[in-house]
């Protein structure tokens, strides 16, 4: 199914004929006929109908588990997209809202793909990234929304078993979290309420970033508490309680300062416990890098990372150190200068060569032009660097065996060798031995004949 376009959603179809009343009788064919409509008067007159044979009533395909629904079937439960007008499985957007929620992330945007062509013929690949309402948060979640005073789309749901009745529970759960974490974001001047968890704006104003005046108390329990340090210090001000605990506060910062920085665009403290050094904010949603702490975009390989580009990180992202070294850091740099020197015009030169032999593959690489030709280029390289060192791992192992072999072979032989000199050195220092032992017997002997005669 392809989407209709924002501009296009108060639009009604004008062509419609008798033949497509009951396809137009539900939001989901109404979306089919505007799409259609638009794409026959762009598509031009020698380009196929992406919509041949998919336009029937009541169907629906969902990005999000690849399943294609017809009213009827027992799976059919679809979902419209207020924003946009993408339509997915209720199920399956509500195990997206439910996991992002639960990690903190209420940025939720649709990543419908669609696929859009030039009169040309030339086809283009695009993700929606349209907000979610937050209308089709609470809908999603609270499909009767008993529990939350607010209306719902859907007033006649009704929940028949205990897997449906738990939902409920969950879904209501997820929204009160969605809440919570939408009125923080949104209020930089709220606070939590220690007591009874209520949000709480203090609406003295600001003077140079600063709040006017700290003191706040709950419009619900009437509980006193902080603005900057909740309920940690009651009746005594705020630099008094930085003062008896400005030892503590130092050490704090210096743990923040050591394993923990800053995002880049909302400037919130983000801690690395391991993995690789792409980062992303679970408040704004932004990837970073951890080194450097520069903005990149959301890919699996950012461009910041690949071995090109010596203005970034490069060869650093599979890094899992906290902290790396400068050697590590400097050992990466230096490899990148070498691939540089050595892959680079090769790298270049295949990337124009299949930039024009496989003109159709590439634009599935990127959105644009640079950015096909960095994924290409970027390709070509590792692939090249693979080539390089398979040779070079495959001599290595062919070498260490044989030199391992020989180094025995030499060391026995040794040994052997020395075994047999040291036995021979033996006998003639034996046979030296006993000749001067025979030359002082007869030389004795000798002496004592001559007293005899004398």
């Avoid at 259609?36 to 109908?49: D, F, Q, T, Y």
């Avoid at 300062?257 to 408040?283: L, R």
Wanted: charged residues 20%; proline residues 5%; neutral net charge.
């Amino acid at each position: 199914l392809l989407p209709l376009p924002t501009s296009l959603r108060s639009t009604s179809s004008q062509n419609s004929t008798s033949s497509q009343t009951s396809i137009s009788s539900s939001p989901t064919g109404l979306l089919l006929l505007r799409t259609a409509s638009l794409l026959n008067s762009v598509r031009g007159p020698n380009l196929p109908n992406p919509l041949a044979g998919l336009l029937k009533p009541g169907e629906y395909t969902c990005q999000i588990c690849y399943g294609v629904f017809e009213r009827g079937e027992e799976e059919y439960d679809p979902y419209v997209l207020s924003n946009c007008g993408h339509c997915f499985c209720k199920p399956c957007l509500f195990s997206y809202i439910k996991t992002s929620v639960t990690d903190g992330q209420i940025s939720l945007t649709c990543f419908y793909r669609t696929e859009t062509y030039t009169p040309t013929g030339k086809s283009t690949d695009q993700v929606c990234s349209a907000t979610f309402g937050e209308r089709d948060v609470r809908d999603i979640l609270t499909p009767n929304g008993s529990s939350i005073s607010v209306s719902s789309r859907n007033q006649n749901f009704e929940s028949s078993n205990s897997n449906s009745k738990v939902e409920n529970l969950e879904g209501e759960e997820v929204y009160k979290k969605y809440e919570r974490f939408k009125f923080d974001r949104d209020n930089a001047d709220a606070r939590r309420c220690p007591k009874c968890d209520l949000g709480i704006i203090n609406k003295s104003g600001r003077k140079d970033g600063k709040i006017v005046n700290p003191e706040m108390k709950c419009t619900s329990c009437n509980t006193s508490f902080c603005f900057y340090h909740s309920n940690s210090h009651p009746g005594i001000r705020c630099a008094e309680y930085e003062k008896l605990n400005s030892k503590e506060n130092k050490l704090n910062q210096a743990y923040l300062s050591k394993f923990s920085k800053p995002c880049p665009q909302c400037k919130a403290s983000v801690q690395k416990s391991g993995g690789c050094n792409q980062m992303k904010c679970t408040n704004c949603g932004v990837h970073f890098c951890w080194l450097c702490n520069k903005q990149v975009d959301g890919g699996t390989f950012p461009s910041h990372f690949q071995w090109w580009n010596v203005n970034g990180c490069p060869n650093m992202q599979m890094n899992e150190s906290i902290e790396p070294t400068k050697g590590e850091i400097g050992r990466s740099r230096g490899l990148a200068v070498l691939q540089i020197a050595v892959l680079g015009v090769p790298s270049a030169l295949l990337t124009l060569a299949s930039s024009i032999v496989c003109c159709c593959c590439l634009p599935a690489m990127g959105d644009d032009a640079s950015e096909r030709f960095e994924s290409c280029m970027s390709l070509w390289g590792n692939l090249l660097s693979v080539l390089i060192m398979v040779p070079v791992i495959l001599v290595g192992l062919a070498i260490v065996p044989v030199w391992c072999i020989f180094y025995t072979v030499f060391f026995c032989l040794k040994n052997f060798l020395c075994g047999i000199g040291d036995g021979e050195g033996g006998d003639k220092e034996k046979e030296k031995d006993l000749s001067e032992d025979d030359v002082l017997v007869e030389m004795e002997e000798g002496y004592n004949n001559e007293l005899k005669t004398f």
